[in-house]
């Protein structure tokens, strides 16, 4: 069976950092794209980065450039997302997902975890 599990979310103050670990089970993670997304309560879910399988490219939304990082470990299974100099809109539940299959200019996603909470205070 499909495993995405997050964890690493809490609450910081603006400024800080944290680190999100998605750990994946059960298909082949070395071919597949890992993308971490957010969400808001009555908010569309949002894009945040994705990091492409075999040393491909790597996406980010606009709003965490230059603050975020996403990387991998195949050997874990495993993909994170550094998060600094976080802000309050950075308050969401952040979700990772997996994906092999490119349309335009993104994946689309088969798998998805159940979620981790981030909360920035101000």
């Known amino acids: 069976q499909v495993q995405l599990v997050e964890s690493g979310g809490g609450l910081v103050q603006t400024g800080g950092s944290l680190r999100l670990s998605c750990a994946a089970s059960?298909?082949?993670?070395?071919?597949?794209?890992m993308g971490w997304f957010r969400q808001t309560p009555g908010k569309e879910r949002e894009f945040v980065a994705t990091?492409?399988?075999?040393?491909?490219?790597?996406f980010y939304a606009d709003s965490v450039k230059g603050r975020f990082i996403i990387s991998r470990d195949d050997a874990q299974n495993t993909v994170y997302l550094q998060m600094n100099s976080l802000k309050p809109e950075d308050t969401a539940v952040y979700y990772c997902?997996?994906?092999?299959?490119?349309?335009?200019?993104?994946?689309?996603?088969?798998?998805w975890g159940q979620g981790t909470q981030v909360t920035v205070s101000s």
């Open positions: 059960g298909f082949a993670f070395n071919n597949y794209a």
């Open positions: 990091i492409s399988w075999r040393g491909g490219p790597i």
């Open positions: 997902a997996a994906g092999n299959r490119w349309r335009s200019n993104q994946y689309e996603y088969d798998y």
